[in-house]
């Protein structure tokens, strides 16, 4: 792993904790202790909106052949 890449890890990271610290009114220690399950809930989300984006796109392309 590059340094470059382990830095915008922990950067995406951060945020994510910060945000999730805000949204739930969380202690700090709290939040980062919850850090792993605020990554794979981010993963998921982010995956899912590839993978509706993806779909929506080929179905507008195939619309847009007719």
Request: charged letters at 15%; glycine letters at 8%; hydrophobic letters at 65%.
């Amino acid at each position: 792993m590059t340094v470059r890449a382990l830095a915008v890890s922990a950067a995406v990271t951060l945020v994510l904790v910060l945000v999730m610290r805000w949204i739930y009114g969380l202690s700090l220690e709290n939040a980062l202790v919850l850090a792993p399950v605020a990554v794979i809930g981010g993963g998921a989300l982010v995956a899912l909106l590839v993978l509706w984006t993806r779909i929506a796109l080929g179905s507008l392309d195939r619309y847009r052949r007719r």
